[in-house]
């Protein structure tokens, strides 16, 4: 009797859990991280007490949402790699990503602030976003669709940038569809092709030779007289920060 008892209180309390997770997730969803325990115990039909006992915390309790729901993003990532395009799988992923941040603000504030879509699920043990992330750009760079300048760190920081902006759904859209362009390696192969001038008016005797140790594109004439190394601000940062890394 007392075993049957003590089963029906678990049930009960993973009941009880449950519930108070998926109300947890509605709210942080739509209204942010600013929500209370209390609001969601009252929102859950359950007692504080009941929500203090699962989530001693409000960080605790968030955690926990936002770990099943970047699990899922993860989960999505990974199963795009079995797609046979990869520039396709890539910026599908761009766009799922930023449509589904947008659209939660909890996650929109763990991609923009907090940091905890890099943080390693509980169950797996791994970057449950990062790491699909990475693959899919290794497998674009690959096929020649994204520009091999580009690390995972920097598409993290374009991520998080659009997700950020200030402004309705449609403009961010669109914007984030300017910045996700700029990726494309046809797009970059156009710019850098360009036809430098022969002379820089400043100096006409300034001609860099050579080609960008990085992206391999050409280096445009220095107006300091003093050639350049790099094609642009971009390769040379990354070959700033491959070169702290090697240190």
């Not at 976003?129 to 693959?135: G, I, K, Q, R, S």
Request: proline residues 5%; positive net charge; glycine residues 8%.
């Amino acid at each position: 009797m007392q075993t049957a008892v003590k089963r029906a209180e678990r049930v009960d309390a993973q009941r009880n859990r449950q519930k108070v997770l998926e109300t947890a997730d509605r709210l942080f969803g739509e209204r942010g991280t600013s929500v209370s325990l209390g609001e969601i115990a009252v929102a859950a039909g359950v007692g504080a007490g009941t929500v203090y006992r699962h989530f001693p915390t409000k960080d605790a309790l968030l955690a926990t949402v936002l770990d099943q729901r970047l699990v899922q993003l993860g989960e999505y990532g990974t199963a795009m790699l079995a797609g046979d395009d990869p520039e396709r799988a890539f910026f599908d992923y761009l766009v799922f990503l930023t449509e589904q941040s947008f659209a939660n603000r909890a996650i929109c504030e763990a991609l923009a602030a907090r940091g905890d879509w890099q943080e390693p699920s509980k169950s797996e043990g791994r970057c449950v976003v990062d790491t699909p992330l990475a693959m899919l750009l290794r497998r674009a760079q690959d096929a020649g669709a994204v520009r091999p300048d580009v690390d995972p760190e920097d598409v993290r920081a374009l991520l998080s940038g659009c997700v950020v902006m200030n402004a309705s759904t449609e403009r961010i859209r669109r914007l984030a569809g300017v910045v996700w362009d700029g990726l494309r390696a046809s797009r970059n192969a156009e710019i850098r092709n360009e036809t430098w001038p022969e002379s820089n008016p400043r100096n006409e005797t300034s001609v860099t030779e050579g080609a960008c140790p990085v992206c391999g594109g050409p280096i445009a004439p220095s107006a300091t007289g003093r050639p350049a190394k790099y094609c642009s601000a971009a390769c040379r940062q990354k070959a700033f920060r491959d070169k702290r890394k090697a240190a």
